[in-house]
């Protein structure tokens, strides 16, 4: 099994969409119960970072909603350092952010300088910088 950083609680969740793996998503509110995840969207509360994938609608789905875990980012256009806050962008992917009001999802521990690529980051859930 590889490496998937420091395990936090790791939750059955069931997706809205096929999700892919080490991406964050939000809950789905279109959809009643608790345990609905879709991918977060751009700002969004994040709920945690999918640890397994889905291939289709209403397949269980493990998020990680504390400690360490992978995440696919975007550190291109603003490069990320280890230290940096991510919020969510549009599919899930994170990126860097430096607004106050904005969410933040989690905070890297790697840097990244390209698009698309896995880094490792501590989860912080339901948090902005200014508080």
Do not use: C, W, Y
């Not at 969207?41 to 909603?65: D, F, H, L, P, Y």
């Not at 875990?69 to 990126?95: E, H, Q």
């Amino acid at each position: 099994m590889a490496f998937e950083g420091n395990p936090g609680p790791d939750l059955p969740f069931v997706s809205a969409l096929a999700i892919a793996q080490h991406l964050f998503v939000e809950q789905d509110t279109a959809v009643s119960g608790p345990n609905n995840v879709k991918l977060a969207t751009a700002g969004a509360m994040v709920q945690g970072i999918t640890i397994t994938k889905t291939t289709a609608v209403s397949q269980n789905v493990t998020v990680r909603e504390s400690g360490t875990s992978f995440l696919t980012v975007n550190g291109n256009s603003d490069n990320i350092a280890a230290g940096d806050r991510i919020k969510s962008t549009t599919a899930g992917i994170g990126i860097k952010t430096t607004t106050d009001t904005n969410e933040i999802g989690a905070t890297a521990l790697e840097a990244a300088t390209s698009d698309g690529v896995k880094i490792m980051v501590r989860l912080a859930p339901l948090r902005t910088l200014a508080g």
